[in-house]
């Protein structure tokens, strides 16, 4: 099989098991998000929203393309209050028991499996050697992460991986402006990208460089990505849009989440800040590296340091995923890493997976109840669970076990490959 | 009340045969078989003396008859079942009980005894199923064995039954199957032609129904319904059975549009009362809450749907309903619940194996014009 026909071969059953899995799962925030777009959609809010503006806009446009082939006049996605978006159990109920709801949840994901397959061609691309590009392939089209995250439970984390995947590319060609205007749009698809901007701005550094020329590149990369990043805000303001469409006015207000962040209210603050520290000190001292090499090894170890303090939720683990698979490029061996995180990420989810996780709901088209057995935790407390090691205590040895993981695959990807 | 003799052979057969499946019966005394004491979930630590071990704890056995005629049965059960739910089920085919024929009480204070129920004839031939509820670690004295007699003395406290229930009314597809316009309700004021809400939790409940769901496809609504600010709105029904009280895992929700007249009409259905694991049970009563709407509502009319006229109210299911159900699809019946699921989009589901079948051919011809 020649490298074509590998990436034919690959490529086709990625799809396939994509398809098989679009119509038939969900969580319940991708029906909140898609009452978002349809409400948009049928009251021409089309310059009002600016949350997550490229994703939010990229969804809008399959939706209407779907509107061809789905009827929405029935009130299935009727919201009578848009800060009000997040959908309770019995909206979701109706949506799940809709006639229609196998190609709903087709269509709703149609632009996740154009973003997804589109990054597997870029990996393909970024990777150079016929042998890495090939597991650093099937890596990305059949790890359960992406999988999960994009096709069970619905989200829409491969677009923005996407902007990031062509953010590294640009990089690789040293094409710093626009690695920079795609960095800025995948930071309008997701907020937590903003952790890798200390990274990117010190992986554009050109060490042999004069400091003057590299002080006005810097500045003109980070001039681009304000403007990128502030341009829709500006633009709905200067329409006259409404920015806080979607926005609860009852919710807790951004101020009232800093203040125990920065006081240790989050436990996790300090220890991810000072290693992240630490990691831009290592970045700078390997400043003889590519600018592509810098910013990949840095930005996979960047989400290893924050995953390791803070857990989230289930489908963020795929954010994980693409640098690790991006250092193949670079000689690291990732291959066991990544088995050891798909299993720690299973077990640790299963333990601590709610009603809209690991089992009720995901098959809702089906029945409300996928596995029939009811959620893993009642199962773990009635047949696993004793006095002494109860499920909370197995959460917090998973946690543990994660961490070393994470630890682990860190070692792989900053160690040296001998020549 | 009573069945035709058919009907009944019907019910014994189907119902109870899947009721009382499955039990666990430990045999305890020898000797005629009409005379055996048998028990379930229950655990004897001393001759006749029993512990609860279950779930399901009942104890049968045959009465004593002191009396030709009885008109009580007096029993003592020890004080560890005072004030607890008890049943007892008096018409059996070879120990399968019938659940359309029992007595529901509970008892302050041993001894005691029962007024049976006229009409019936109890003699100590008569098989007795004696159900424990909702106690867990309760026990049960039964050394002596319940008495059939036709006189109490004074230091016997009568026994108040909570219900007593002789054979079970069917749906019938010729009678009218308009529900008792007697509904209680809550944080209402008025009448049914006229009642707004009082209150922000809304609802109007049936009179008690103890119906055989055999027929049953649905209950219909007609109402006359004030303007909302919304233009969906959701209405909820909840069905009491003899097994479960009301509750939201036995509910039903639908959302409708609001009509410019305010005529809202829309049918629940319930067919599954009698198709689903555990079938054909007893509707005891029914709950209806109506959205918080200020302004004036009327009931127009409320209607149990027999199955063979379901075909009249097909279009009242709206398409937004969400059914909450004690019961569980099995077996054949789940196989085809999961087909009619799936074609029910028929459209999509054809053009999706399509899909999947041109990606397959796609694939296979790439992989082999890059030889």
Redesign the interface.
């Given at each position: 099989m020649?490298n074509?026909?590998f990436l034919?071969?690959a490529?086709?059953?990625g799809?396939?098991l994509r398809?098989?899995l679009m119509?038939f799962f969900a969580h319940v925030d991708l029906f909140s998000e898609a009452r978002r777009v349809f409400y948009v959609l049928e009251n021409d809010f089309l310059f009002d929203n600016s949350h997550r503006f490229v994703v939010f806009y990229i969804e809008v446009i399959f939706a209407w393309f779907s509107t061809l082939f789905i009827d929405v006049t029935?009130?299935?996605f009727?919201l009578?209050d848009p800060s009000q978006s997040v959908s309770d159990l019995?909206d979701y109920?109706?949506f799940l028991?809709?006639?229609?709801?196998?190609?709903h949840l087709?269509f709703f994901k149609l632009p996740y499996l154009v973003f997804d397959v589109a990054t597997a061609l870029l990996i393909w691309k970024f990777v150079d050697k016929p042998e890495h590009r090939k597991i650093a392939l099937l890596l990305w089209l059949f790890n359960p992460l992406t999988l999960f995250s994009t096709y069970i439970f619905g989200r829409f984390e491969v677009i923005s991986l996407f902007f990031l995947m062509a953010c590294a590319l640009q990089l690789k060609y040293d094409h710093v402006f626009r690695a920079s205007a795609l960095f800025a749009i995948a930071l309008l698809c997701r907020e937590i990208n903003l952790l890798y901007i200390p990274f990117l701005l010190i992986a554009l550094i050109d060490f042999k460089d004069h400091w003057f020329r590299n002080i006005i590149m810097l500045s003109c990369s980070a001039a681009i990505i304000s403007a990128v990043y502030l341009l829709p805000n500006w633009l709905i303001n200067l329409s006259g849009g409404n920015t806080q469409l979607f926005v609860d006015p009852t919710a807790a207000h951004a101020t009232d989440t800093l203040r125990p962040l920065l006081s240790l209210g989050y436990y996790w603050f300090y220890p991810i800040v000072i290693s992240l520290a630490v990691l831009a000190i290592y970045q700078w001292e390997t400043g003889d590296r590519p600018k592509a090499e810098r910013f990949v090894l840095s930005a996979s170890v960047v989400l290893f340091i924050y995953f390791g303090f803070n857990v989230h939720s289930v489908h963020y683990a795929a954010w994980l995923v693409l640098f690790p698979i991006l250092s193949i490029q670079y000689g690291k061996r990732v291959v066991l890493p990544f088995i050891a995180l798909f299993g720690a990420w299973l077990i640790l989810w299963l333990l601590k997976t709610d009603s809209g996780v690991f089992t009720l709901f995901l098959a809702a088209?089906?029945?409300t109840d996928f596995i029939g057995t009811g959620h893993f935790p009642s199962i773990f407390q009635q047949h696993i669970a004793t006095d002494t090691f109860t499920l909370h205590q197995a959460i917090q040895l998973m946690r543990s076990i994660f961490l070393v993981v994470l630890g682990f695959f860190a070692y792989r990807v900053l160690k040296t490959e001998a020549k | 009340m009573s069945l035709t003799r058919s009907s009944k052979r019907k019910i014994n057969r189907n119902l109870l045969r899947v009721l009382l499946t499955g039990m666990t019966a430990v045999v305890l005394f020898s000797g005629s078989s009409s005379a055996q004491t048998i028990t379930n979930d229950l655990s004897a630590t001393s001759p006749a003396h029993y512990d609860i071990s279950g779930d399901d704890p009942y104890i049968i056995f045959n009465p004593v008859q002191q009396a030709e005629k009885p008109r009580y049965l007096s029993i003592d059960l020890g004080s560890q079942l005072t004030d607890v739910p008890l049943e007892i089920f008096f018409n059996s085919e070879q120990d399968l009980f019938n659940p359309y024929y029992k007595i529901s009480f509970t008892v302050s204070s041993f001894p005691a005894a029962l007024e049976l129920p006229a009409g019936t004839a109890f003699t100590q031939s008569t098989r007795l199923r004696l159900d424990i509820n909702q106690c867990e670690s309760c026990s049960l004295n039964f050394e002596n064995l319940p008495v059939l007699t036709d006189q109490i003395d004074a230091t016997v406290t009568l026994i108040e039954p909570k219900r007593v229930q002789i054979g079970i009314v069917a749906l019938d597809k010729n009678s009218a199957t308009i529900i008792n316009p007697d509904w209680h309700f809550n944080d209402l004021n008025g009448a049914l032609d006229k009642f707004e809400m009082s209150a922000d939790d809304p609802f109007i409940v049936s009179t008690q129904l103890s119906l055989a769901t055999e027929h049953l496809a649905g209950v219909y609504f007609k109402l006359k319904a004030p303007k909302s600010n919304h233009a969906w709105n959701s209405y909820q029904l909840f069905y009491q059975t003899e097994r479960h009280s009301f509750s939201r895992q036995a509910s039903s929700t639908l959302r409708i549009a609001d009509s410019d007249n305010g005529i809202v009409e829309f049918m629940f259905p319930l067919d599954f009362l009698s198709t689903q694991q555990p079938s054909n049970i007893i509707l005891e009563r029914i709950r209806l809450d109506i959205p918080e709407i200020s302004g004036y509502w009327t009931l127009l009319e409320a209607r149990l749907v027999h199955k063979e006229n379901v075909a009249d109210y097909l279009r009242m299911i709206p398409v937004q309903l969400i059914q909450s159900k004690q019961q569980v699809v099995t077996g054949r019946s789940l196989i085809k619940q999961s087909l009619i699921n799936v074609s029910a989009d028929i459209g999509f589901s054809i053009s999706y194996l399509l899909l999947m079948l041109s990606v397959t051919w796609i694939v296979v011809r790439g992989y082999r014009s890059s030889r």
């Open positions: 020649n074509k026909q034919i071969v490529l086709g059953l799809i396939l398809l098989a119509p029935e009130g299935l009727y009578s019995v109920g109706f028991n809709d006639p229609n709801i196998y190609r087709f088209p089906l029945t | -």
